[in-house]
T-cell receptor, first 112, second 112 residues
Framework: DVKVTQSSRYLVKRTGEKVFLECVQD?????MFWYRQDPGLGLRLIYF???????EKGDIPEGYSVSREKKERFSLILESASTNQTSMYLC???????????FGPGTRLLVL | GQQLNQSPQSMFIQEGEDVSMNCTSS?????WLWYKQDPGEGPVLLIA?????ELTSNGRLTAQFGITRKDSFLNISASIPSDVGIYFC????????????FGDGTTLTVKP
């Protein structure tokens, strides 16, 4: 069974902290994605990776960075968390072009 | 980037009623996808459409890929309480390296 896991379901951090969100997939997928979900705004792509050590900015990369050292793992980093980064963060993976994206359960991040 | 207009934004219906939602774009897509997100979970693929004019069913769900390739709709027949959630459309382009553009979602509430 396909599985995308995210390190935390809920996270509370303070303004200015460095935050790491981890995502692991067990499907040997090339593509991995980080999205942010806010009410009424749908899913907005933060970063995308199409191979190990390869990354591409999405629609809202400001304030975020990513790391993909191994094929199965894609990390989202908030260098200095701010209150406007309070959101639901969703990780997804897919096997290539025109392949379904499989989503993790999401991490609900609260920045105080 | 490409924009998807998904409507309606929300729906409140009685159990047993049929539901219809749609997505339109100003430009064409090669693939249309429909996802459902249960409360507190990540989106899960419901139906994928690969050809203009294609009509595909998955149980009580039916989706169509518009002939112009700029729109798609999803119908749910005889709704039940577990249909509650957020429904997202997504479009993919052959030139976009596996990325999807998502609509803002339709939130469905079903009253027993």
């Amino acid at each position: 069974d396909v599985k995308v896991t995210q390190s935390s379901r809920y996270l509370v951090k303070r303004t200015g902290e460095k935050v790491f969100l981890e995502c692991v997939q067990d499907m040997d997928h090339e593509n991995m994605f980080w999205y942010r979900q806010d009410p009424g705004l749908g899913l907005r792509l933060i970063y995308f990776s199409y191979d190990v050590k390869m990354k591409e900015k999405g629609d809202i990369p400001e304030g975020y960075s990513v790391s993909r050292e191994k094929k199965e793992r894609f990390s989202l980093i908030l260098e200095s968390a701010s209150t406007n980064q309070t959101s639901m963060y969703l990780c997804a993976s897919s096997g290539g072009t025109f392949q379904t994206q499989y989503f993790g359960p999401g991490t609900r991040l609260l920045v105080l | 980037g490409q924009q998807l207009n998904q409507s309606p934004q929300s729906m409140f219906i009685q159990e047993g009623e049929d539901v219809s939602m749609n997505c339109t774009s100003s430009s064409i897509f090669n693939t249309w996808l429909w996802y459902k997100q249960d409360p507190g979970e990540g989106p899960v693929l419901l139906i994928a459409l690969y050809k203009a004019g294609e009509l595909t069913s998955n149980g009580r769900l039916t989706a169509q890929f518009g002939i112009t390739r700029k729109d798609s709709f999803l119908n749910i027949s005889a709704s039940i309480p577990s249909d509650v959630g957020i429904y997202f459309c997504a479009g993919q382009l052959a030139t976009n390296a596996g990325k999807s553009t998502f609509g803002d979602g339709t939130t469905l509430t079903v009253k027993p």
